[in-house]
């Protein structure tokens, strides 16, 4: 069994097979170094440079990604939708022709990206999952995909979630269950599961999900991939698909640090449609992605880091423990100064998390009424046409969950759970702000256990709930996470990922990626693939 | 707002139903971890599923008002222990709030798409 207690470095154990990522050409093209360190692993770097230096094609990249893409998607089904190949490589093409005629490159040129299907694309159905927004087509691009686009993306298709952002397995989907690249007969966690998958499985370069309660962190732990949540402001809401208006953010998933951080600084901003957005500068912090060879040897000295104890208790993973402590050591070795942080309020994140949200959900889907947009059910009254709509396009959690949020804001029942719960989150967001006065990040697992099979939390709510423990104070206190691979635990046929969480002070995303980025840079774990596409990717 | 005013009326009645407490053994940790007085909770009605479900405008089949309300009651009783808190002086947050006073200048503006 892999013990992480031993030392950060990966122990090639019997059952594991980890086999380095070397590059993504097609065997005919001539391999591209990127096993020196003086270039930091991001596969938008790479992309961008056998672009420029015409190494490749954009149309042969777009081929083999959809290759893969098809490939594996009889057994993962993490797209809901995905775009016709001419479409893809159309764009592609463009792109191709921009570059021999030497016009400037957006950042994002040439990659390709998955998108949750809660985030409104007008030219692909978006249907958030759910039955009641089966074949819409949104009349405008969120705001991400607007500037995802004007940046040189190339949108792949929209990926498989829990129906409106409501679950952590992806099985509340009323279309299809995504498997874990990983092991296909579990979860790849939740509510972005479609979008964790496919980067895991390399069907696209990055992908955008959306995070009210850990709907980034969590799957992404879960498959073994980075996955970023933003200040609650830095990225706007606008066109994405409302669950709960308070806590929701648009995250990004990457392979490395860097692809999570580039593609983040690309969808980030101010959106006067956003009145939530915040008017901040957003800092360039694509420019601290270097390469290992430039990093000193403490390269983190100084930095204060905070183990929040209450995250290490009851109900976690041993195995996962140990895995994160592993990295807590990593940590150490680089140069920061660790030491344990009680946050004494942290479990009562939970309760209130879920009474914010029941609540808020409640508000935000009284707009699916079968009238405004969506499937409509004929009902001989206008009460029966709203009731028959509803109940046949919701599914059963999202039904729970507005019933919950319905009797929580009920008059005489409005002071004892929602008012309390906004008194809660004050008391969070307040602890967190003081920890993080004292430490520069602070550290927990991205859940307290690894992906768990399929069917296993279906009936249970409460088990399914507890499962978000460790992330939905983050987003009460609205503040920047990121989750990155830190070893495995055996399961499946080559291991099950763990995922550390690492959270920032508000709007200090820049930090985070740094310390990620380096921790990443000097651990290769992030360069393991699942068994599912090992044998594939060649040099 | 509507529909507190509705719900209101329709309080004059007394609940309907009256649910088993523990008809269901498998207790998670939750529940084990929490051992707070629920005393406080005891005074507000239990969830009446068919009512909430006429309020939010979802018909529910009798199959599904049996298959949910059970497990409405398991997490509206877990939901309790926000009561036990002592959150007095506390001010609630509506969001997070890192930015502070986000209103703008009350001054018209004229959009592109305008059709004056």
Redesign the interface.
Known sequence: MLSSAQAPRLVRSPGLRLRPIKCLHTAQSSPLATTTTTAPSSQILTIRKSLLTQQTTAVDLAKSFLDRLRRTEPQLNSFLYVSPDDAVLKQAEELDNKIKNNEKLGPLAGVLVGIKDNICTSDMPSTAGSRILENYRPPFDATAVRKLKESGAIVVGKTNLDEFGMGSTTEGSAYQVTANPWDLSRVPGGSSGGSAAAVSARQCVVSLGSDTGGSVRQPAAFCGVVGLKPTYGRVSRYGLVAYASSLDVIGCFGSSVADAGILLHTISGYDKFDSTSSKREVPDFTSQFVGKDYLESKPLKGLRVGVIRETFGDGVDPEVISSVRGAVTHLEELGCFVTEVSLPSFSLGLPAYYVLASSESSSNLSRYDGIRYGNQVLGDELNSLYGYSRAQGFGSEVKMRILMGTYALSAGYYDAYYKRAQQVRTIIRDSFKSALEKNDILISPASPSVAYKIGEKKDDPLAMYAGDKMTVNVNLAGLPALVLPCGFVEGGSAGLPVGFQMIGAAFDEEKLLKVGHIFEQTLQVSSAVPPLIAGELTC | MAS?AA??VL?ATPPLFSFKKDIFP?K????K??NRNYAA?SC?EP?D?QR??E???????PH?VE??AP??R???D??G???A?D?QN??????????GE?LREDLPEIFENSNV
Do not use: Y
Request: net charge positive; hydrophobic share 50%.
């Open positions: 507190r719900l209101l309080r498998n998670t940790l939750i529940f971890q929490n909770k507000l969830p599923v909430l479900a309020t939010a405008r979802i018909s529910l089949t599904e298959e949910f497990k409405i398991q997490v509206i877990w939901f222990q926000l009561q808190v959150l506390v001010e609630p947050a509506i969001r997070a709030d890192n930015e986000t």
